[in-house]
């Protein structure tokens, strides 16, 4: 089970950092975690993710602003969202799947927890 918190209301050029916790010993296996957003009207996006093995995937937009890592003893992966921007308005969402490859497309991913909003204002 995962649960994913931290989003909130941020003026643009501000930070944050969500959460996505699991259940169990779920960061201690092979795992691809993954970090989507969706805006309203629009599909799931792929923003970021890392695997058990170190290896992180950015989308373009977010390269050199998000960071993804991970807290193995609070079995937490993290999202730290700096230089926030309007256009990053979203519900995010952080989706697992117990496997070392990360992938960009949704369906790869099994197990979703919900979503966190984040508003950014100009």
């Known amino acids: 089970q995962l649960q994913a918190s931290g989003g909130g209301l941020v003026q643009a050029g501000g930070s944050l950092r969500l959460s996505c916790a699991a259940s169990?010993?779920?960061?201690?296996?092979?795992?691809?975690l993954a970090w989507f957003r969706q805006a309203p009207g629009k599909e799931h996006e792929f923003v970021a993710a890392?695997?058990?093995?170190?290896?992180?995937n950015y989308t373009d937009s977010v390269k050199g602003r998000f960071t993804i890592s991970r807290d193995n003893a609070k079995n937490t992966v993290y999202l730290q969202m700096n230089s926030l921007k309007p256009e990053d308005t979203a519900v995010y969402y952080c989706?697992?799947?117990?496997?070392?490859?990360?992938?960009?497309?949704?369906?790869?991913?099994?197990?979703w927890g919900q979503g966190t909003p984040v508003t950014v204002s100009s």
């Open positions: 989706a697992l799947r117990f496997s070392s490859f990360i992938k960009t497309v949704a369906d790869w991913y099994d197990y």
């Open positions: 169990g010993g779920t960061f201690t296996s092979n795992y691809a």
């Open positions: 890392g695997s058990s093995g170190g290896s992180t």
